[in-house]
């Protein structure tokens, strides 16, 4: 447990009046009508189809963004999980305990994106003990595991398709044991009844969304036929979900009816478990070359507690989650490197929109170079975010905005000690944020990586498929790789769940799914709400960019118009893609005395609250 040590800053979140004030000079009619004039009238760029880089790209965009404010607000990716998360808090329900009301009812509701079989990390603020503290479940590989199980017998990598599916793919599910253990250190309400909402939509079943449907459809595109359990439940008669007819889970319901009467611990040993591990080595008949799981793969997880990655920055001290995750060190250090460049005031230059691209591009460069399991020694986290380093990052960023970004070396260290990896996919995750009324919080990231993760199903589970988030090629150049894959060990992420602070106190809270865009998608709001001081639904509606080796992606209808002509993003050596971007922000925001909430319209994000 690590007990928050901020320091005493100055306030730079305007009024609510100012905010709002702020909100309709830039809303104005005449200046809305001109900018989507201006968006009709920009010249093609090459537009990006649903690919490996976007696989949660088919999302249904809602036209409004969903806010909510007061003493408890909930913000999840999905209607029925907001409505389960606030019945909870409104029971006298703590944070946690309306976390993992939400995160059982994604497990239904939304399993292309989450669920029991995958991982996720947890920022959690202690309101009574003024502490601040990271949970983390992500998954890990099995005892099995070898660094080249995702490669063929001529060592070169599987394909994308292939590696999603694969069993080797499968890591160890850490989130059930996150949610058990942060339940019995803070949970108000029993177990218990945390899970009857889910299992209540699994047994008794619900209207399927939009989004889960064309999830389906996408799922099948990847490639589905190598589950039979799968396509009997997402794709009856090979079809995918039908509009307007319950959809049920009765596999899931009995699991969780077992974890809700013997606790989470029931995932991990005894007859559930042993399941688990049985429905997981049968794969075998689609994959011989699998070597399974063995019991004490599943008896031997354990959630690692772990102290949050802090940096005073933009007046306000933010707080995220360390290794494995690289999200968490990538919007701290882009934060960083735009406080060195300056010039990032004004959202209405275009040169504050290649300021942002250029930071996040070079912070990428460092975290996918260097952020491994700690378990195999620290990661320079310090010194990658030290103010010389970052100085001379940001100098070199300047001189040369053309040049591909390459990992820098940061103080203390003389050499290069690892290979260095191609970039690779990380897909398929959903966030929640939620604040109790004695100002708890819970911000929370969660997923099973590609849609529908390996699309292979286990007692009624989507199985994740996160060990892809290993580097495929365990030796680059000679070199061994910092991101291999190797037994026990947790593969890099790029979640990065983020809570901020003014006074000591927390003031915004936020995450993203996105896999390797989340912290751009961060860092975008971020600057927003804590730079331009946008209110909440601003700050979440606004467009979002990704850099992307030699492309620059900038968003293609997004909730809310441009504040400049987007084509003006010509950073140098860098081509311009438009397309829609899948983010799913939750953001809370405390302005007075009341908290506020904005969610994501580009997925059903829906933010609920009690007065």
């Not at 460049?341 to 040169?351: I, L, V």
Request: a positive charge; hydrophobic letters at 40%.
């Amino acid at each position: 447990m690590v007990r928050s040590c901020n320091r005493s800053l100055p306030t730079t979140l305007s009024s609510a009046g100012a905010r709002l004030g702020w909100s309709l000079f830039r809303s104005r009619p005449t200046l809305m009508i001109g900018a989507l004039l201006l968006l009709l009238s920009l010249s093609p760029v090459s537009a990006a189809p649903v690919s490996r880089d976007d696989p949660e790209q088919a999302d249904t965009r809602k036209s409004r963004i969903s806010t909510a404010a007061g003493s408890a607000v909930v913000v999840t990716a999905n209607p029925l999980a907001s409505k389960a998360a606030l019945n909870v808090l409104a029971s006298g329900g703590h944070a946690v305990d309306a976390l993992v009301a939400a995160q059982a009812v994604l497990a239904v509701a939304e399993p292309q994106s989450s669920g029991l079989g995958g991982g996720g990390f947890l920022l959690h603020w202690d309101a009574r003990r003024q502490a601040l503290e990271v949970f983390d479940g992500r998954e890990t590989a099995p005892e099995r595991s070898r660094s080249d199980d995702l490669l063929k017998p001529s060592g070169d990598p599987l394909s994308y398709r292939a590696a999603t599916r694969n069993p080797d793919a499968i890591g160890i599910p850490g989130t059930v044991a996150l949610l058990w253990e942060a339940h019995q250190q803070m949970g108000q309400r029993p177990w218990s009844s945390t899970l009857q909402p889910a299992i209540r939509l699994a047994r008794e079943g619900f209207l399927p969304s939009p989004r889960l449907r064309s999830s389906v459809a996408l799922a099948q595109r990847l490639g589905a036929t190598h589950n039979l359990a799968f396509q009997q439940l997402y794709l009856p008669g090979g079809k995918p979900l039908p509009a307007g007819r319950l959809f049920r889970n009765p596999a899931l319901a009995r699991t969780l009816e077992t974890l809700a009467q013997h606790g989470g611990r029931a995932f991990y040993e005894g007859p559930l478990a042993q399941r688990i591990q049985s429905g997981v080595n049968a794969l075998t008949a689609q994959a011989p070359n699998f070597k399974g799981w063995s019991a004490n793969d599943l008896a031997s997880y354990a959630v690692v507690r772990r102290s949050p990655l802090c940096r005073v920055l933009m007046k306000h001290r933010v707080c995220t989650v360390p290794p494995p995750s690289s999200g968490g060190l990538a919007v701290l250090q882009t934060l960083a490197l735009l406080e060195a460049t300056g010039g990032f005031n004004d959202p209405d230059n275009p040169q504050s929109w290649r300021d942002l691209a250029l930071a996040e591009s070079w912070a990428d460069a460092d975290r996918l170079y260097w952020v491994h399991d700690p378990i195999d020694g620290s990661v320079p986290t310090q010194g990658l975010l030290n103010p010389s380093y970052v100085q001379a990052r940001a100098q070199a960023m300047q001189a040369s905005p053309g040049r591909l970004p390459q990992p820098g070396l940061p103080p203390g260290l003389k050499r290069f000690p690892f290979g260095r990896p191609g970039p690779g996919p990380e897909l398929g995750t959903s966030h929640v944020t939620i604040v109790d009324g004695a100002g708890n919080i819970a911000s929370y990231t969660t997923t099973v990586e590609t849609v529908f993760g390996s699309r292979n199903l286990v007692e009624g589970m989507v199985m994740n498929n996160q060990l892809t988030d290993f580097d495929w090629r365990p030796v680059v150049g000679g070199l061994a790789v910092a991101n291999r894959r190797r037994p026990g060990r947790r593969p890099v992420s790029s979640m990065a769940p983020t809570i901020v602070f003014n006074n000591q106190q927390p003031v915004l809270a936020l995450g993203s799914p996105g896999g390797k865009r989340i912290p751009h998608f961060i860092s975008r709001v971020l600057l927003a709400a804590l730079q331009w001081a946008e209110p909440p639904k601003r700050s979440v509606g606004l467009p979002l960019l990704s850099p992307q080796g030699d492309s620059l992606v900038i968003e293609k209808d997004p909730p809310l118009p441009w504040p400049i002509n987007p084509n003006q993003l010509n950073v140098p050596g860098r081509k311009l893609r438009s397309q829609t971007l899948g983010s799913g922000i939750g953001l809370l925001q405390r302005i007075g005395d009341r908290w506020h909430g904005a969610a994501d319209p580009r997925r059903e994000g829906t933010a609920l609250a009690l007065p």
